[in-house]
């Protein structure tokens, strides 16, 4: 059974750091491109972040740019993606993300999605 599981959201004040995790299981991690997205109340999903097989490629939204850093730990199946000098404009939900193919990952589809967790930036 294929799992993600998201942890490390909560609320933060403008200017503050989180790092989320994805643990998962139940798939071959080593062989996916993995990343995440992000849903704010009333907007439609956006990219975040990718980070291929290796990890020597990586993708961000220009949003996060400079701000936001992914990396991955293929011995434990696991990705984090560290949150820094936090805006209210990146309170969101955050979903991890799965997917074979790393240019259709950067197009939002993934072939697994965790269930996400939340990040509150307060002003």
């Known amino acids: 059974q294929v799992q993600l599981v998201e942890s490390g959201g909560g609320l933060v004040q403008t200017g503050g750091s989180l790092r989320l995790s994805c643990t998962t299981s139940?798939?071959?991690?080593?062989?996916?491109?993995m990343g995440w997205f992000r849903q704010a109340p009333g907007k439609v999903r956006e990219f975040v972040a990718a980070?291929?097989?290796?990890?020597?490629?990586?993708d961000y939204a220009d949003s996060v740019k400079g701000r936001f850093t992914i990396s991955r730990d293929n011995a434990k199946d696991v990705v984090y993606l560290h949150l820094n000098s936090l805006k209210p404009e990146d309170t969101a939900d955050y979903y991890c993300?799965?997917?074979?193919?790393?240019?259709?990952?950067?197009?939002?589809?993934?072939?697994?999605w965790g269930q996400g967790t939340p990040v509150t930036v307060s002003s």
């Open positions: 993300a799965a997917s074979t193919n790393y240019y259709r990952f950067l197009r939002g589809r993934g072939e697994f």
């Open positions: 139940g798939f071959l991690f080593s062989v996916y491109t």
């Open positions: 980070i291929s097989v290796s990890g020597d490629t990586t």
